[in-house]
């Protein structure tokens, strides 16, 4: 559930002139997964994990913490100041944009517990950018028949 909102979502933000790509799938996959990518890419990090919600009413909600890496394709000799304009900058961004567009969608109730991380040539295809661990509740409409 959570990947096709995140699709969703991530599909309409834009960086400038960039469409971002969306990802998904373990380290050692993100390293092959990337190769034929186009960036910038949005990477969720795999396993995905969630916690249930109950309530006195009998709702039964989701709540995902988790973690997607905003990458820009870098060089490896790429200076601090390169990495934060072409890179760490653009990411920072992305990552507001994408907190306003969970906060302005139908798809989510919640967004909470945002953090972000820096990071400069990331696995072997050369990225740099930042993570973004953040916890959202999927808005659901659907009922449950539990006996």
Not at 10 to 32: C, E, H, I, Q, R
């Amino acid at each position: 559930m959570i990947i096709s909102i995140l699709n969703t979502l991530v599909s309409g933000m834009t960086s400038s002139t960039d469409k971002f790509t969306f990802g998904y799938g373990a380290d050692w996959f993100a390293n092959l997964d990337l190769d034929e990518a186009t960036f910038p890419v949005v990477y969720l990090d795999q396993p995905v994990t969630n916690d249930y919600q109950l309530t006195a009413g009998n709702y039964i909600g989701e709540v995902y913490p988790i973690t997607l890496f905003f990458m820009y394709k870098s060089e490896l000799d790429y200076t601090p100041q390169q990495h934060d304009v072409n890179c760490i900058t653009p990411a920072n961004n992305a990552i507001r944009q994408f907190i306003s567009v969970c906060q302005d969608s139908e798809l989510i109730d919640e967004v909470s517990d945002a953090s972000g991380n820096e990071f400069t040539n990331l696995l072997d295809v050369n990225v740099s950018g930042k993570s973004l661990s953040i916890t959202l509740k999927p808005r659901i409409n659907a009922s449950a028949c539990i006996q």
